[in-house]
Nanobody, 127 residues
Framework: QVQLVESGGGLVQAGGSLTLSCAVSGRTFSMNVMGWFRQAPGKDREFVADIYWSGGNTFYADSVKGRFTISRDNARNTVYLQMLGMLPEDTAVYYC????????????????????WGQGTQVTVSS
């Protein structure tokens, strides 16, 4: 079993920044890829970014590329999402996810590929 706990959400003005954290506990050694997703009211959950625990290979949705950075701290079993230049359309509940899947440069952009999820943290960007 794996547990994910997100933190760092909040209210920020447009153009501002936030950094989300996702603490991973349990059978962390079995996890291969970590992802961040978000879900705005009335919309489907969408992929934001992913990272391989081993090697740190990353991939981003076009909507956040150049503004968001995903990173991991293997020693702390924590994954981060640094968000800069935030826009009102970034407003959503942000979820951390983990999976044993993934190989090579495969990108895991579908929520169905992830077995474990955090409870989510609200991010609101005011205009």
């Amino acid at each position: 079993q794996v547990q994910l706990v997100e933190s760092g959400g909040g209210l920020v003005q447009a153009g501002g920044s936030l950094t989300l954290s996702c603490a991973v506990s349990g059978r962390t050694f079995s996890m291969n890829v970590m992802g961040w997703f978000r879900q705005a009211p009335g919309k489907d959950r969408e992929f934001v970014a992913d990272i391989y625990w081993s090697g740190g290979n990353t991939f981003y949705a076009d909507s956040v590329k150049g503004r968001f950075t995903i990173s991991r701290d293997n020693a702390r079993n924590t994954v981060y999402l640094q968000m800069l230049g935030m826009l009102p359309e970034d407003t959503a509940v942000y979820y951390c996810a983990a999976t044993v899947s993934g190989a090579g440069l495969e990108r895991l952009t579908s929520a169905t590929r992830y077995e474990y999820w955090g409870q989510g943290t609200q991010v609101t960007v005011s205009s």
